[in-house]
T-cell receptor, first 115, second 110 residues
Framework: DQQVKQNSPSLSVQEGRISILNCDYTNSMFDYFLWYKKYPAEGPTFLIS?????DKNEDGRFTVFLNKSAKHLSLHIVPSQPGDSAVYFC??????????????FGQGTILTVHP | NAGVTQTPKFQVLKTGQSMTLQCAQD?????MYWYRQDPGMGLRLIYY???????DKGEVPNGYNVSRLNKREFSLRLESAAPSQTSVYFC?????????FGSGTRLTVV
């Protein structure tokens, strides 16, 4: 039961264009969403997050959009740069129960930005 | 500031052998986690520790045990390694939802 899904295993984009990474979730109890970026041979690092009470959060070239009714979020990178090439993980936090800040991660999307 | 340190970085085990993956954090975080990363599966939670002295099972705990030795250290033990445990293992610590990950341990079980 994959509660957080990234249905695109990979995405290829030209430098300077927009990259859009998508994520769907099934659990209505998720109240906080995050994106992590991972380079080869390194651990994931935090990129940007959004609370369920918002529909957009922006940080420089990165913007995350949340559509609660569709249980869908997306990460926009504009403009894309070759250094953005990495694996991007979507993650969600459950508001209920004894979650203690546990995150549920998606499968990841490999982004390749070509010069 | 080292953050989260994992040892070893690479390990090859034979089926049935045991080993312990070590993790230490120097950020005074209460919560610590062990995840495994497999192709097409993303990051799956094995065990977590909300605070010193407590541990709980995550999504895929079978075949593993953990010890929260103190606030800094959280180890993962494989008692009898199986090929299905070939994976990359990540330790993380957090305050609220800001996870800091270690650089990972690549484990191969042959």
């Amino acid at each position: 039961d994959q509660q957080v899904k990234q249905n695109s295993p990979s995405l290829s984009v030209q430098e300077g264009r927009i990259s859009i990474l998508n994520c769907d979730y099934t659990n209505s109890m998720f109240d906080y969403f995050l994106w992590y970026k991972k380079y080869p041979a390194e651990g994931p690092t935090f990129l940007i997050s959004i609370s369920s009470i918002k529909d957009k959060n922006e940080d420089g070239r990165f913007t995350v959009f949340l559509n609660k009714s569709a249980k869908h979020l997306s990460l926009h990178i504009v403009p894309s740069q070759p250094g953005d090439s990495a694996v991007y993980f979507c993650a969600a936090k459950n508001a209920g129960g004894t979650s203690y800040g546990k995150l549920t991660f998606g499968q990841g999307t490999i982004l390749t930005v070509h010069p | 500031n080292a953050g989260v340190t994992q040892t070893p970085k690479f390990q090859v085990l034979k089926t049935g052998q045991s080993m312990t993956l070590q993790c230490a954090q120097d950020m005074n975080h209460n919560s610590m986690y062990w995840y495994r990363q497999d192709p097409g599966m993303g990051l799956r939670l094995i065990y977590y520790s909300a605070s010193e002295g407590t541990t709980d099972k995550g999504e895929v705990p079978n075949g593993y045990n953990v010890s929260r030795l103190n606030k800094r250290e959280f180890s993962l033990r494989l008692e009898s390694a199986a090929p299905s445990q070939t994976s990359v293992y990540f330790c993380a610590s957090s305050v609220n939802y800001g996870y800091t990950f270690g650089s990972g341990t690549r484990l191969t079980v042959v």
